[in-house]
């Protein structure tokens, strides 16, 4: 399975400022996902990230506030935009490479917005 | 709108005895299932899958059941380990040619082995 590597693992910023996150996979995967765990709950769709159109986002999130860029098959980021307090979570990318190969997920990165 | 339900937030087992973490889902396009377990500060780690062309998967300590009439899926580890002790994600996946096959998951279920 893809070896993912998600960076940074952790961060604490200031609100209104915008944080990057980035992930690095071992081989050339077709979809990416962005994932978010807010404290005490599940894991919730962000967006899918294909390489060379446009992120699809999911209900409740936007692009102004979560900008994804996907250059090749084996790099994504997403950024957390003029973030607030209830931006702190763990934002987690993960791949798969085809039908019923299963999904392979990064490290996380644990956000405190102070 | 939950599409899939782990309605038990905790479970706590005796090592040796058999851990049993239930799933319950409500749309029916979905046809591939997954449990994934996760440490805190890690991210998912994928442990078993099904396809809802089986009705039972299992790996070494691990099986997972699933009966789609009932739309229930269930993880049962044999013996139990205290290294087992992690929260427990089940996900669910729509056809691949759907959307790209995104994962929804459940809320999760804290599993505690005791020695």
């Known amino acids: 399975s893809a070896v993912i590597s998600q960076k940074p693992s952790r961060d604490i910023c200031q609100r209104g400022t915008s944080l990057t996150i980035q992930c690095q996979v071992d081989s050339q995967v077709t979809m990416m996902f962005w994932y978010r765990q807010q404290p005490g709950q599940s894991l919730t769709l962000i967006a899918t990230?294909?390489?060379?159109?446009?992120?699809?986002?999911e209900s409740g999130f936007v692009i102004d506030k979560f900008p994804i860029s996907r250059p090749n098959l084996t790099f994504s980021t997403l950024t957390v935009s003029n973030m607030s307090p209830e931006d702190s979570s763990i934002y987690l990318c993960s791949v798969s490479p085809g039908p019923n190969y299963g999904y392979t997920f990064g490290s996380g990165t644990r956000l405190t917005v102070v | 709108d939950q599409q899939v339900k782990q309605n038990s937030p905790s479970l706590s087992v005796q090592e040796g005895r058999i851990s049993i973490l239930n799933c319950d889902y409500t749309n029916s396009m979905f046809d591939y299932f997954l449990w994934y377990k996760k440490y805190p500060a890690e991210g998912p780690t994928f442990l078993i899958s099904i396809s809802s062309i089986k009705d039972k998967n299992e790996d070494g300590r691990f099986t997972v059941f699933l009966n789609k009439s009932a739309k229930h899926l269930s993880l049962h580890i044999v013996p139990s380990q205290p290294g087992d002790s992690a929260v427990y994600f089940c996900?669910?996946?729509?056809?691949?040619?759907?959307?790209?096959?995104?994962?929804?998951f459940g809320e999760g279920t804290q599993l505690t082995v005791n020695p």
């Open positions: 990230a294909n390489q060379g159109s446009e992120a699809t986002y």
């Open positions: 996900a669910a996946a729509p056809p691949w040619e759907t959307s790209g096959s995104r994962l929804t």
